[in-house]
């Protein structure tokens, strides 16, 4: 009879990983690397830089991971820009990037202070992959300055991810087009969201073809959520609600988001529902950019709160 000694077992023990349960949630940075440097590379996350600056990611970037501009996946549609792609287009590029319905994905960006919205790529994406039926995603909390910062491992070298297979049903659910918009928004428990900063949703910016926001809306500016100093990192759970909280947002609204092209949107609708636990939370994907593209829609100034 053979035996193992304790430190062998050890070893063999620290070099296994219990395979993660899918869920679309954050990861911290140290659970990350753990996942990334797997020993057995079959079950290694699928991991996608989603920064829109190639050159950041030929800079430094994660082990492993596969750059997937954001703004790949959308483009002008009838003459509003940033609409997100038909679906046949929109799979054709998951695939190549290797979105695989049986693995783990971490999604990240980089940027850590405002005017920096690097975070929104990621929650971009995060929400293109969901609403292709990808049940298995994790937002890196902190992002690539959260690793760098740690002193964490990165690399210039690129990784092509092999041709990827998504699910064979999506999520559609999870987006709403303007029509139901419409339909929805002045129903008594429709709680109606504007991501963007506060100077826009009161229409005092040079940004927008009108000014204002959807009548009804509340404000929230996605920031909110995050630290400070580090604008891919998530603030405590318990101050996170409270904000939320202040604002009116609980859980027993029907809660629809939405802000300027939809990453803003993209943001809070990942939080809502993925982190805080929000039983209906919906993104609205054309956003403002496309409503106030509709000169027969009215627009409002004046500051909303929850009824």
């Known amino acids: 009879m053979k035996f193992v000694s304790i430190a062998a077992c050890f070893v063999l023990t620290s070099l296994w990983i219990a395979p993660l349960q899918a869920e679309i949630t954050v990861i911290s940075c140290e659970d990350a690397r753990r996942l990334i440097e797997n020993q057995n590379t079959a079950e290694r996350p699928i991991v996608i830089d989603t920064r829109g600056g190639y050159k950041d990611y030929f800079r430094a970037h994660l082990p492993t991971a596969h750059h997937l501009n954001f703004d790949t996946l959308r483009g002008t549609d009838q003459g509003v820009p940033v609409q997100y792609l038909p679906d046949d287009l929109t799979k054709a590029l998951l695939i190549r990037a290797g979105i ?74 999870i987006g709403i087009d303007i029509q139901e918009l419409l339909s929805l928004k002045d129903k008594p428990n429709v709680v109606l969201v504007d991501a963007r900063p506060h100077n826009e949703y009161i229409g005092e910016d040079d940004v927008w073809l009108r000014k204002g926001h959807i009548p009804g809306a509340i404000s929230f500016h996605w920031a909110r959520l995050m630290e400070k100093d580090n604008t891919h990192k998530f603030i405590a759970k318990d101050k996170a609600l409270a904000e939320l909280a202040s604002a009116g947002l609980i859980k027993d609204k029907e809660i629809i988001v939405y802000c300027g092209t939809s990453r803003e949107g993209s943001l809070l609708r990942f939080y809502l529902d993925h982190v805080a636990g929000f039983p209906k939370v919906r993104l609205y994907e054309g956003s403002w950019k496309e409503y106030a593209s509709i000169k027969k829609y009215p627009a409002e100034t004046q500051v909303n709160k929850v009824k």
């Open 100 to 173: 695989d319905r049986n693995r783990t994905h971490i999604l990240y960006a980089t940027g850590d202070k405002l005017p920096n919205d690097e975070i929104l790529s990621t929650s971009m994406v995060a929400y293109v992959l969901e609403k292709f039926g990808v049940t298995d995603i994790r937002v890196l909390d902190g992002g690539l300055a959260e690793w760098q910062r740690l002193k964490l491992p990165t690399t210039q070298e690129y990784f092509g991810n092999p041709s990827g297979k998504l699910p064979e049903s999506g999520n559609s659910k």
